[in-house]
């Protein structure tokens, strides 16, 4: 896309959806930032219906150290690689208490030192704790940002970083969600609902990927 066409595009989402949210529930940074980590190569469905049970319980770093691994299993277990995450969040609490007061940390390097912390999780939370424009990527902005020809590129990395050159200023807190929800819900993997797509017009893929009816 050229830049007029990816701030037409922008336009579009925002007055689609002005003021986007994550769909993970969270009332608190610490609550964000479990519920992401929950959150790698799973549903917000499923990684939701665990957190309401476990929050009701335990919802800051000390309560959850306190159940330990085996017990905050039975809360998780239901979410994909559960045991791994499971030792990855006791870990990480206990650098919050030890490192941080209990806070959670407000810079990528900080956030990134935590077990379970990636790139993607920690553009997350400065984006959605604490309103930093970053943006991450996940599958689905990788997908819709190279179909759309908003920001192409061959890895994460390298998507990321050309939508934070190709979004225009106004727009950069909220593109994160625009694009995720976009691609949940609108440009999905196997046949995107292009008929139906905000962007139709100005894509550079659209309605490429409907297969021809037989005659």
């Known amino acids: 896309m050229k830049p007029r066409q990816i701030a037409t595009a922008f336009k579009r989402l925002q007055k689609q959806n002005p003021n986007p949210r994550t769909e993970l529930n969270y009332e608190s940074e610490f609550e964000l930032l479990i519920a992401v ?7 917000d469905v499923s990684v939701n219906l665990a957190t309401n049970k476990l ?6 770093p000390h309560s959850i150290r306190a159940l330990g691994v085996e017990k905050l299993k039975q809360y998780i277990k239901t979410i994909g690689l559960f045991n791994t995450k499971a030792n990855n969040v006791i870990k990480t609490c206990g650098i919050l208490i030890e490192n941080h007061n209990g806070e959670v940390p407000q810079t990528r390097e900080e956030l990134e ?3 379970g912390v990636g790139r993607k999780t920690a553009n997350v939370i400065l984006n959605t704790a604490f309103g930093q424009p970053t943006i991450a990527v996940d599958t689905h902005i990788f997908r819709v940002s190279n179909r759309t020809g908003i920001a192409p590129g061959k890895d994460v990395v390298a998507v990321e970083k050309a939508l934070l050159e190709a979004v225009p200023e106004r727009f950069k807190i909220d593109a994160h969600h625009w694009l995720i929800l976009l691609g949940r819900y609108t440009c999905v993997a196997r046949k995107p609902k292009c008929e139906t797509c905000l962007l139709n017009d100005i894509c550079d893929t659209a309605f490429s990927w409907v297969t021809p009816s037989k005659t």
């Open 55 to 60: 929050y009701a319980v335990a919802n800051t």
């Open 113 to 115: 030192a935590l077990p």
């Open 37 to 43: 980590i929950l959150s790698a190569q799973a549903t």
